[in-house]
């Protein structure tokens, strides 16, 4: 803010110069006070700067006691994990009433690295949506899978001078902050001495563990599952913040712990969303009418979606209608309801009853495109054999990150012939940056897949290519059409592609608008009719996260099957300690 900016605001406040805007006979929603004050709100030059019945503005708009609700924040999101492009998905997140969201561009870091983090930057300007960035901590995430790139604390550093870098994103690499390796301590120490707010990713770890990262100075995480995982943080003074995304759903396990002593602790986040589900379904918005309906007041629900992440994080200036604040805000009827009627940002009407109101522009900027470098395989790459007469299977559970080790038994040095009544599917990550093309291949069960095969270059966090399917043939298919269309999802049945997304900038996101997306994904959702039997989760998200090795317990990359519980890697055919079960 300029000396004539402000100069101009307490001008306006003092009543001095008229507003830009008025809103009269408001109900503030106010998460200082959790009262529902009767004001008239007066806005000038994006900022909110009193109450009272003594201003005027060049824009009047009588509320007619409708509710002024704080704009939404989501506190920890992957826009790569949309699909979209940051444009694409502000015309998705404002009709929900988002006016914020706190990004980690892991993503597109692990395939880019900086060039990555940059046009993330350059993507999410001038839109109705502040896209705040964490910088990736852990790019790869681990040493157990092969990267586009590597991210150490020299080349984050510059990024702290940056006014919309607000922090050190999820830290999952536990042992580099418990053994103090240099780089890690040099990433923290980095991020403290900017002021920043520090990110976990605490899945799976004891309270000794959460006790280093508090230590180190992490103070949020987004992974938990359980309520006394939940506890164990709010205890040590972490943040915690509620995940419901497209695959992981934290909700309904977590929200009992919440109460009138211990919300300001919570905020809502969805981590990975498609942008289909953020656009029909909405997110934090439905988060907060699920908190009222559990029966939370509905200013602590609000609270959670609003100031809370805004102190979590260090934002002075927005999550909360009051002077000084950021015009960021939302209108509803009643707050038990809490259907948004409209969305103003910087004190800019932006959508209103189903239209969007803010005029886009047309984005000129070089996309970042070709990254898709896959070596060339044949049926005998795709070929499971085993020395032992085991088979170690990955069995997932639905709408969950968290994996099962399985065993299986199969005829010694014969090929594994795939039988759709045993529930199993072959499973590959291919090496596809142009490293050296190695590739790693086991079985997994749960997705119940009666026939073809499906790819995708979405593959945490590293984002190889996974493909997995019931046919050898139908499985080289799908590969050699993601190598075509530069990175994206397919499904083959009958070694013909049935259907699509193209993920054309960095395999991750698409240069499509939105509907072309959720109408590619609408499409791709009956295609998962044709290839597996009925279930109740997004197998293209869950098929995803089966290569993050960070997550229990056991997980692919193009390293090989690695069992994250004991931290190694295993054979397809191992069967040694952890016992078969």
Not at 450 to 478: C, F, P, R, W
Not at 517 to 537: C, P, Q
Request: charged share 25%; glycine share 8%; net charge negative.
């Amino acid at each position: 803010m300029n000396k004539n900016i402000l100069v101009s605001l307490i001008k306006s406040s003092s009543g001095e110069e008229t507003c830009d805007l008025v809103l009269k006979n408001a109900q503030i929603a106010d998460v200082f006070s959790g009262e529902i004050l009767q004001r008239n709100i007066a806005v000038k030059d994006g900022f909110i700067v009193g109450y009272g019945d003594q201003y005027t503005g060049r824009k009047e708009i009588d509320l007619k006691n409708a509710y002024v609700v704080p704009g939404l924040i989501d506190a920890h999101i992957h826009i790569e994990s949309t699909l979209a492009t940051p444009k694409e998905f502000s015309r998705a997140a404002t009709k929900h009433g988002i006016t914020t969201v706190v990004m980690d561009p892991h993503e597109i870091g692990n395939v880019m690295g900086t060039s990555g983090l940059d046009y993330m930057l350059e993507a999410s300007e001038n839109l109705p949506l502040d896209f705040m960035m964490m910088l990736p901590s852990c790019v790869p995430a681990t040493a157990f899978e092969t990267s586009g790139a590597i991210l150490h604390a020299e080349d984050l550093k510059p990024y702290y001078g940056k006014n919309r870098v607000a922090g050190l994103a999820e830290v999952m690499d536990l042992s580099s902050v418990k053994n103090t390796s240099d780089d890690m301590m040099n990433k923290l120490l980095d991020a403290q001495a900017s002021n920043k707010t520090l990110d976990g990713h605490g899945s799976g770890l004891s309270p000794a563990g959460n006790n280093i990262y508090r230590t180190a100075g992490i103070s949020t995480d987004h992974e938990c599952t359980t309520i006394e995982e939940a506890k164990d943080r709010l205890e040590k003074g972490f943040y915690i913040h509620i995940r419901e995304g497209s695959v992981a759903k934290n909700f309904d396990a977590l929200i009992p712990l919440v109460n009138k002593s211990s919300c300001r602790r919570f905020t809502f986040c969805t981590d990975d969303i498609y942008i289909s589900d953020l656009n029909e379904k909405g997110s934090i918005d439905d988060m907060v009418r699920r908190a009222i309906l559990y029966g939370l007041d509905p200013i602590d629900a609000i609270r959670m979606a609003t100031i809370n992440p805004s102190e979590c994080y260090g934002f002075k200036t927005k999550g909360a209608v009051a002077p000084g604040y950021e015009a960021d805000f939302l209108i509803v009827d009643s707050l038990d309801d809490f259907v948004i009627s409209k969305v103003f940002k910087n004190g800019n009407l932006i959508w209103e009853n189903g239209e969007q109101k803010f005029s886009y522009k047309e984005d000129k900027r070089e996309e970042v495109t070709n990254t898709i470098k896959l070596p060339d395989l044949t049926r005998e790459d795709l070929m499971i054999t085993s020395n032992s007469g085991k088979l170690n299977v990955i069995e997932v559970f639905p709408n969950s990150l968290l994996t099962r080790r399985r065993v299986v038994n199969h005829e010694k040095n014969t090929p594994y012939i795939i039988s759709p009544d045993e529930d199993l599917a072959k499973l590959m990550v291919i090496e596809r940056h142009g490293n050296h093309g190695n590739f790693g291949i086991g079985l997994v069960k749960g997705f119940r897949m009666k026939k073809g095969a499906v790819a995708t270059t979405i593959a945490h966090d590293s984002h190889n290519l996974v493909v997995m399917g019931t046919d050898d043939q139908d499985m080289l298919v799908a590969i050699n059409r993601i190598k075509e269309i530069g990175g994206g999802i397919v499904v083959v049945s009958e070694e013909k592609i049935i259907s699509e997304l193209r993920l054309d900038i960095a395999g991750l996101m698409s240069s499509a608008p939105l509907e072309e997306i959720t109408d590619a994904l609408s499409n791709l959702e009956k295609a998962s009719d044709e290839v597996f039997e009925r279930v109740d989760f997004n197998p293209f998200l869950t098929l995803s996260f089966l290569t993050l090795p960070v997550i229990p317990e056991i997980k692919i990359t193009d390293q090989g099957l690695y069992d994250a519980k004991n931290s190694r890697f295993i054979g397809i055919d191992e069967t040694d300690s952890p016992g078969d079960r």
